[in-house]
Nanobody, 132 residues
Framework: QVQLVESGGGSVQAGGSLRLSCAAS????????MAWFRQVPGKEREGVAV???????NYADSVKGRFTISQDNAENTVYLQMNSLKFEDTATYYCATISPFTTYSVNYCRRANGRPGAFDYWGQGTQVTVSS
């Protein structure tokens, strides 16, 4: 059974840092397309970062230079290191993966970047609140 469990959210002052974790089970993440999204009430779910099957990351312009997506294959966990947090980063953050039971290209993962509908499995979300 595929399961994604986010943790690490909380409240932080602007300029601070948080590290979110996405613990995956039911599959191995090493060759998967994994992503972080975020959503605030009244707005569409927004792509934050993606890491492809080769470990190459990509980021939304709004977080580029501040956030880092990474993975620890031994722990089967994807991380989102968030630095220099801004008030506008406040959101519920979700981890997602394209189905690990299908075969897809790196280009497919790149095309999926920022597109919630391309992802098949989702975590429950973790809240990040940044105070200004």
């Amino acid at each position: 059974q595929v399961q994604l469990v986010e943790s690490g959210g909380g409240s932080v002052q602007a300029g601070g840092s948080l590290r979110l974790s996405c613990a995956a089970s039911g599959y191995t993440i090493g060759r998967s397309c994994m992503a972080w999204f975020r959503q605030v009430p009244g707005k569409e779910r927004e792509g934050v970062a993606v890491i492809d099957q080769n470990g190459v990351p990509n980021y939304a312009d709004s977080v580029k230079g501040r956030f880092t997506i990474s993975q620890d294959n031994a722990e089967n966990t994807v991380y989102l290191q968030m630095n220099s947090l801004k008030f506008e980063d406040t959101a519920t953050y979700y981890c997602a993966t394209i189905s690990p039971f299908t075969t897809y290209s790196v280009n497919y993962c790149r095309r999926a970047n920022g597109r919630p509908g391309a992802f098949d499995y989702w975590g429950q979300g973790t809240q990040v609140t940044v105070s200004s």
